[in-house]
């Protein structure tokens, strides 16, 4: 029993997490946002920072995230990037699923002492102090709601509880929740918080210590609403074709899109729900991500993009990619997935590739946090219009891709990186061009299925790597585009799975509640909201 209790303290799985912040060695961001762990007696709203900064790392573009758990994982299934074709390589990897799963966890655990201290108040502190418990649980829905659609079935109910049971390893050992029941319950609370938030009156002085605190969207609690409206309209759309959830998302996506007073949400670049970068000489920056996107050529160009882009004269595609550095006629090129290693390996090392650019992207430090874009609103409004109000749907599609390529080019005006070419401005007409281009426009899709082509494939290159986790989910939802893979012969998992195996920490420590779902922990088992 010893060394099994100093093994699970090493390790951090679902029902186990010590809570204890995530160690930042940074001394200015420990000064700005102390560690609550490390305060004498832990209070709301510093322990509500040290919970919004566990997770950083997975918003913010970071090595860890990109090189560990993305590269050649969802990166691949995804057709962001091109690779040279291995065996074994739709299998998801032991480190990109563990290192998630407990980075998960320990937002979690985080949340939990959050709830802890919250619950010890009185009363009439609690009262005072709501707006943090409810824009926390706004956050963590976010990134649930992303654990799920990797997963399906979690822990949550009863996970991260460590502290709140005293310590006792064995009492903390949670079951997992089913996905449906997870996503009935954020929606539930979801549209209750969007409630509370549009008739909330803060404390001034409250208002003014969680302005200081909350580095997502400064106190400003409209903003807070859009982020929660965003977020079930994102979540409503996602299980919309699911049967036990399709009336209930259809009746809540019609609340919200028909009254947008009530049920603000994200629609311009301007209302991006991001972690802004401002300060170098603090850890919110992107500094990692050029490691982690360039390193071992991740940054490679896929061809299904690039070809879609030359075809229509795309104005994203200068900002979002630059040629290969060998490239004399400075072509864009990308990687076909469909060609051999060798011959894979050898146009990559030629230097003639396309890849992406890297002071818009990787080597732009201020590059931000992207939680929730006004492109995506657009297009899940858009989808929601489609077979419903046809002109709506097509005003709500151009607005997505206009605020899509917009961003490109106004996240490059804020990078301090001159590495690639100067970036030739956008022209008077380049976007009303491509919004009539051929295999664009919205007009020349005849059916249903084709305008919901059109926008999945907009979300596809809206996503690109920079949004891979969503960009994931909605290809396993929308079937579209339609992408070829490889098919690897040296593995039953021939082709991109369905989702992520659980860690193996779950099977040693957490057994018997394992057990429970141990028969769908496979690639091919389905999250119950892709049904095609």
């Not at 609690?126 to 418990?133: C, D, F, S, T, V």
């Not at 969207?217 to 079930?232: H, M, T």
């Not at 420590?509 to 496979?522: P, R």
């Amino acid at each position: 029993m010893k060394n099994f209790m100093k093994q699970i303290s090493k390790t951090i799985v679902s029902m186990v997490v010590l809570v204890v912040l995530v160690s930042c060695t940074e001394d200015k961001f420990a000064n700005y946002y102390p560690d609550p762990s490390k305060l004498s007696q832990g209070t709301v709203d510093k322990q509500f920072t040290g919970f919004l900064q566990t997770n950083r790392e997975y918003v913010l573009p970071a090595y860890w995230n990109y090189f560990v758990v993305l590269r050649n994982t969802l990166q691949y299934y995804n057709q962001a990037v091109g690779w040279i074709n291995a065996n074994n390589q739709y299998v998801p990897g032991a480190a990109s699923i563990s290192d998630r799963w407990s980075n998960y966890y320990q937002l979690l655990s985080q949340y939990r002492e959050l709830e802890k201290i919250y619950n010890n108040l009185s009363p009439e502190e609690q009262a005072l102090n709501e707006i943090y418990m409810i824009t926390a649980t706004i956050y963590l829905y976010d990134f649930t709601q992303v654990t799920i659609d990797l997963h399906g079935d979690i822990p949550f109910t009863e996970a991260g509880k460590l502290s709140q049971n005293g310590g006792d390893y064995i009492a903390s050992l949670a079951p997992y929740d089913s996905a449906e029941d997870l996503y009935t319950m954020m929606l539930d609370d979801l549209s209750d918080f969007s409630q509370k938030l549009g008739t909330i009156n803060v404390n001034p002085g409250i208002s003014v210590g969680f302005g200081a605190q909350d580095y997502i969207n400064k106190g400003d609690i409209e903003k807070w609403q859009k982020f929660c409206n965003s977020l079930r309209l994102r979540m409503l759309t996602r299980v919309s074709g699911a049967g036990e959830f399709s009336s209930r998302a259809q009746a809540e996506i019609n609340e919200i899109l028909s009254d947008p007073t009530t049920y603000p949400i994200v629609e311009t670049n301007d209302e991006n729900i991001q972690i802004t970068v401002y300060d170098l000489s603090t850890p919110l920056d992107s500094e990692g991500f050029q490691t982690g996107l360039e390193d071992w050529n991740g940054n490679i160009a896929g061809k299904a993009m690039i070809d879609h882009m030359l075809a229509n004269d795309d104005p994203r595609l200068r900002a979002m990619f630059e040629p290969g550095e060998n490239n004399a006629d400075k072509e864009y090129i990308g990687l076909d997935p469909l060609l051999n290693p060798g011959t894979q390996e050898t146009l990559i090392n030629s230097g003639e590739l396309t890849i992406y650019n890297r002071s818009t992207l990787s080597r732009n430090d201020y590059f931000p946090g992207l939680i929730i874009t006004a492109w995506e609103v657009n297009f899940l409004k858009a989808e929601a219009y489609v077979g419903v109000n046809d002109a709506m749907a097509k005003e709500a599609y151009e607005r997505g891709i206009t605020e899509s390529i917009n961003f490109y080019y106004q996240v490059r005006e804020l990078s301090n990186d001159a590495t690639s070419p100067e970036l030739v401005a956008l022209g008077d007409t380049e976007i009303s061009d491509y919004l009539g281009s051929a295999a664009v426009s919205w007009d020349n899709a005849t059916s249903e299925a084709e305008k919901m082509s059109l926008i999945a494939t907009q979300k596809w290159l809206s996503f690109n790597v920079i949004q891979p986790y969503e960009n994931w989910a909605e290809l396993r939802r929308l079937n579209a585009p339609e992408l070829d893979f490889w098919e690897d012969p040296a593995n039953a998992q021939s082709l991109p799975p369905n989702r992520w195996i659980y860690p193996n920490s779950e099977l040693v420590y957490n057994t018997e509640n394992y057990n429970a779902v141990k028969s769908n922990d496979n690639l091919s088992t389905k999250i119950f909201w892709d049904i095609d």
